[in-house]
């Protein structure tokens, strides 16, 4: 495999490590954002009332009432993070990060890394988390567990009770809730794990420090760009990404980056 041992030599030579995830990442753990092969398949009734072929054009959805928004999102986040569990990849990575610091930045909405095992300290969600919910009033109210009113909108609808009664409100102000997602104005970055990704990074500017880009693409370019630039910052920052040919890489990071032609689950358990 093209610049396997250079990514090796840069992964075990580094201190700390920054996990960088995009949707490759949680399309391996099962959750293919734009994937159409089985959704309908798996979700006819979302498929059929809304006329979507995908996870992505389902959550586009804006006119459903709430009582709809609810049951589509609890059906969605039920099959994809309540019943998760953490593929060989995801324990591969675990074991590559080790004893070394770490933090993960993931675009992926799934919960994945949480579930896991891993720090949630440590992980920063990029674009939210539908395991989380907010006020939909356009107040930040603060950020609660969704997975409660998952279940419970999900027994209601096999007991054929109104659903309505179990959509969540806001304790504050009484508005419905809705999931961690910048499905709307409303989106409220979780500025908490932002803040502490941006310490992480500050305090590791001078550490041997490796960015570990796993299935970062176009629908992610918040993770690609500014993660680049970072590491033509560092002399002593290193870049190791699947997915990237070599001479896709900047010329001024050549020396201390690997593009690997291939996908993350190859990349780490060839990695280990």
């Known amino acids: 495999m093209e610049n396997l041992s250079k990514a090796k030599h840069l992964v075990a030579d580094a201190d700390v490590m920054i996990i960088v995830a995009g949707n490759g990442m949680a399309k ?4 293919d954002l734009l994937g159409q092969a089985s959704f309908a398949q798996d979700f006819p009734t979302i498929a059929e009332k809304y006329h979507v072929n995908s996870v992505g054009e389902a959550l586009d959805q804006q006119s459903a009432s709430w009582s709809d928004k609810w049951l589509c999102w609890s059906q969605l986040i039920a099959h994809y993070s309540l019943e998760y569990q953490p593929s060989q990849t995801m324990k591969n990575l675990r074991k590559l990060i080790g004893q070394k610091k770490f933090f993960i930045a993931t675009s992926s909405f799934g919960h994945f890394f949480e579930s896991a095992g891993f720090n949630e300290n440590r992980i920063f969600n990029v674009f939210g988390d539908w395991t989380k919910m907010q006020c939909s009033s356009g107040i930040n109210h603060g950020l ?10 999900i027994a209601a609808k096999q007991q054929k009770q109104d659903l309505a009664a179990f959509v969540p409100r806001c304790k504050k102000c009484g508005q419905p809730m809705e999931i ?5 104005e409303h989106f409220y970055p979780d500025t908490d794990a932002n803040t502490r990704f941006r310490w992480f990074l500050t305090g590791n500017e001078e550490e041997k420090t490796v960015f570990l880009e796993l299935g970062v693409d176009e629908t992610s370019p918040q993770l690609l760009q500014p993660i680049i630039h970072l590491v033509q910052q560092y002399p002593q920052w290193s870049y190791v990404a699947a997915d990237y040919r070599q001479e896709q890489l900047p010329l001024d990071i050549q020396a201390r980056s690997a593009g690997i032609n291939a996908d993350s689950a190859i990349l780490l358990h060839n990695l280990l």
């Open 180 to 184: 961690h997602m910048p499905l709307n």
């Open 28 to 31: 391996l753990e099962g959750l």
């Open 144 to 153: 609660k567990d969704s997975r409660g009113a998952v279940q419970k909108i």
